[in-house]
Antibody, heavy 126, light 113 residues
Framework: EVQLVESGGGLVQPGGSLRLSCTAS????????MNWVRQAPGKGLECVSY????????YYADSVKGRFTISRDNAKNSLYLQMNSLRAEDTAVYYC???????????????????WGKGTTVTVSS | DIVMNQSPDSLVVSLGERATINCRTS????????????LAWYQQKPGHPPKLLIY???TRESGVPDRFSGSGSGTDFTLTINSLQAEDVAVYYC?????????FGQGTKLEIK
């Protein structure tokens, strides 16, 4: 079964850090680009970050640029999101999602997302 | 960045009737070299992650019932749900993948009358 399982969420104080993980199974992880998408309570979806298959391509939303770092370990079938300098507005459910885009040479192109995890909740509050 | 705007914000439709949701992008998402519109539609039920319904504006994902269809080109797109079923109650989102970072519409909440 194709599956993504997020972990690492929790309650953190403003200014703090958290590292989210996403473990993939049921498919060849190193052949897919991956995304982090978040959803604030009662709100819509926001593309947070994207990484290509070999980590040569990475994108960030302006709202997290300079504070969040996406990475992956293909040997461990895992995707990560290091979140620093957290703010109240980062409070959300964070989903990892498989991307059906492709890579050409060292550049990867994000498309639509066909497999989603159940999400992990991050709450930033004092 | 490409801004997405969906209409209406909410919709109430009777069982068996048709629901129509619109999505407008701030710039064209049609890539001329391959004539493809870089737009997808998702369904999200309460307490669940989004589910991919449609990509390339009109291609149905495997396993999605054929009562779901997508249309449109350039900047204006429509998701149509024919013969509405009770299980179609959800929030629907459009997403562009023409530009990075990707972006979603604000969502349309569909309810049954």
């Amino acid at each position: 079964e194709v599956q993504l399982v997020e972990s690492g969420g929790g309650l953190v104080q403003p200014g703090g850090s958290l590292r989210l993980s996403c473990t993939a199974s049921g498919f060849t992880f190193n052949t897919y680009n991956m995304n982090w998408v978040r959803q604030a309570p009662g709100k819509g979806l926001e593309c947070v970050s994207y990484i290509g298959t070999s980590s040569s391509t990475m994108y960030y939303a302006d709202s997290v640029k300079g504070r969040f770092t996406i990475s992956r370990d293909n040997a461990k079938n895992s995707l990560y999101l290091q979140m620093n300098s957290l703010r109240a507005e980062d409070t959300a459910v964070y989903y990892c999602a498989r991307d059906r885009g492709y890579c050409r040479s060292t550049t990867c192109y994000g498309y639509y997302m066909d497999v989603w995890g159940k999400g992990t909740t991050v709450t930033v509050s004092s | 960045d490409i801004v997405m705007n969906q209409s209406p914000d909410s919709l109430v439709v009777s069982l068996g009737e048709r629901a129509t949701i619109n999505c407008r992008t701030s710039q064209s998402v049609l890539y001329s070299p391959n004539s493809k519109n870089y737009l997808a539609w998702y369904q999200q039920k309460p307490g669940h992650p989004p589910k991919l319904l449609i990509y390339w504006a009109s291609t149905r994902e495997s396993g999605v019932p054929d009562r779901f269809s997508g249309s449109g080109s350039g900047t204006d797109f429509t998701l149509t749900i024919n013969s509405l079923q009770a299980e179609d109650v959800a929030v629907y989102y459009c997403q562009q993948y023409y530009d990075t970072p990707c972006s979603f519409g604000q969502g349309t909440k569909l309810e049954i009358k």
